[in-house]
């Protein structure tokens, strides 16, 4: 299919340091696009996934997605040395986990932060250039996660579901300007977000330990043995190269089929099943 974003195209990369985000800015940047690497520290993988980071490297753009200013900052400096911003993909991401009883408000602030208030920075930043140019496309991750509660992460589930339903909105708000919005949905996909990961501040409840250290055990061996980030990365760069991507783009066979299940039964029956998976 025809690109609608030729080779040579700007990208911004969000969480680029590792994980979805490091292979995505390492595979636009190897079909010819230029492309910014955003992290809190600058840094740009040299190696990983399914191969290594070889030709164009990604330039490495310090942003704090937390902070207004340094949001500001970060895409004027792509726009400073470019002129144009086309293609933007958020991928940074946050994650807890712990019983609802013990997660305080400042928990899920947190997680909202980095995960549903950090793209909706960078969409006050980028939107107004993608208007003035008359294209753009806008790539948010989000998570299976977000489209079924996972117990004991679900601050983590809560957020990725508000990213789905920013995506929804943008594609309505901004078909008018000629942008694309894109949600991702991947799976468990292998990457450091495991170790990462880390528990609400409140500490757990003896009568909550058990089961979330089962929950919280699955989590981590699911991911672990869960896809390579390139294989997401390929698929948002399949958005990129296409005229009209699809709303929301499930990864995989298996997450396919859990949202396929999510929507076509009972709600009973899919608590059942999360119920079976996560605490046996």
């Known amino acids: 299919m025809k690109s609608g974003f030729p080779h040579g195209r700007v990208v911004l990369v969000t969480g680029a340091s590792s994980g ?14 230029v492309v910014y690497g ?43 040395n470019e002129g144009r911003l086309d293609i933007l993909v958020h991928a940074a991401g946050d994650g807890l986990y712990g019983p609802i009883e013990a997660s305080a408000a400042e928990d899920a602030r947190r997680q909202m932060d ?37 117990p004991y992460q679900t601050l983590y589930s809560s957020s990725k579901a508000a990213v789905a339903m920013l995506g929804d909105g943008l594609r309505l708000e901004l078909k008018p300007f000629n942008i694309q919005s894109v949600v991702i949905l991947p799976g468990d996909v292998r990457t450091g977000f495991t170790q990462a990961r880390r528990p609400v501040r409140n500490p757990c409840p003896e009568a909550y330990r058990k089961a ?19 294989k997401i990365a390929r698929l948002i ?12 783009i499930v990864a995989g066979a298996v997450p396919r089929f859990q949202v396929f299940m999510n929507r076509v039964l009972p709600y009973a029956a899919v608590e059942w099943l999360i119920r079976r998976i996560y605490l046996g």
């Open 114 to 150: 980095v995960n549903y208030f950090g793209a909706l920075r960078l969409l006050n930043a980028a939107l107004p250039v993608m208007r003035k140019q008359g294209k753009g496309l806008v790539v948010l991750v989000g998570s299976v996660g977000g489209v079924f509660s996972i």
């Open 212 to 230: 979330m250290g089962k929950a919280v055990s699955r989590m981590e061996q699911d991911e672990q043995n869960g896809v390579d980030p390139f």
């Open 20 to 33: 979805i985000g490091a292979a995505a800015a390492s595979l636009f940047a190897e079909n010819g696009y």
């Open 38 to 80: 955003a992290s809190r520290r600058g840094v740009i993988p040299h190696t990983g996934g399914e191969t290594a980071f070889p030709g164009p490297k990604p330039r490495p753009l310090i942003m704090d997605i937390t902070r207004d200013d340094s949001v500001t900052a970060g895409v004027a400096e792509v726009l400073r």
């Open 237 to 248: 760069l399949k958005a990129a190269q296409s005229r009209r991507p699809g709303a929301r």
